[in-house]
């Protein structure tokens, strides 16, 4: 496993330690978009059923348990627990607009013609546009939680990072997937313009507020 890969790895559980973290804490799910966790726990489901018929390590088994158990666990305090300070009234992206494409996408469009590969294939598509109806409910409120930038900033390094680890692999180990490359480079720019109210604003001790 390479830097890039790991350090990847940890941007990604820092992001969901900082969104459990944040709900939890304030006993408040506002700002945060059920919609796009929903989206990741279908992702995380789909991706990782192969914990089921093989085994790669330790690490492996690991992160990807963490993984399903923190998406389920959001979206359980999302909808039971706080659903009182649920805003649904401003997480109206429709989310079939993204699933039923991404879903024949991956049928057409796959390594393999098989049920798990389908579906690991699904989940890299839909992990690249999950994340639409969190910045759709930022640009319909106006604006977001400092910690809820956080939360943004490190899943779009997360992505970044693996998007090198990719680069990285094709330059020393000979290892290229189109599938995966693309969808990361989609989900890369998805973030661009937050990177850059982020680094502009957020790290300057300023609100985060997109254009409604």
Not at 38 to 55: E, K, Q, W
């Amino acid at each position: 496993m390479n830097i890039f890969r790991l350090t990847g790895d940890l941007s990604h559980l820092a992001a969901i330690i900082i969104l459990l973290t944040k709900i939890w804490k304030t006993r408040s799910c506002a700002g945060i978009s059920g919609k796009s966790q929903i989206l990741f726990a279908l992702v995380f489901t789909t991706r990782y059923l192969d914990l089921l018929t093989a085994f790669i390590s330790l690490y492996n088994s690991f992160m990807k348990i963490i993984y399903i158990a923190c998406a389920y666990a959001t979206v359980y305090l999302i909808y039971a627990k706080f659903k009182a300070t649920y805003d649904g009234n401003h997480d109206t992206f429709r989310v079939e607009f993204l699933v039923v494409p991404v879903g024949g996408l991956a049928f057409l469009v796959n390594h393999d013609f098989s049920p798990l590969e389908i579906l690991w294939t699904f989940s890299i598509y839909l992990e690249s546009v999950a994340i639409l109806p969190q910045l759709f409910m930022i640009s319909k409120t106006g604006e977001a939680e400092t910690i809820t930038t956080h939360y943004l900033f490190f899943l779009g390094l997360y992505r970044a990072l693996y998007l090198i680890n990719w680069i990285w692999r094709f330059y020393f180990e000979g290892f290229f997937d189109m599938i995966a490359i693309v969808a990361g480079v989609v989900q890369t720019i998805l973030y661009c313009d937050f990177f850059y109210l982020y680094v502009t604003k957020v790290l300057k001790g300023k609100k985060l507020s997109l254009p409604a």
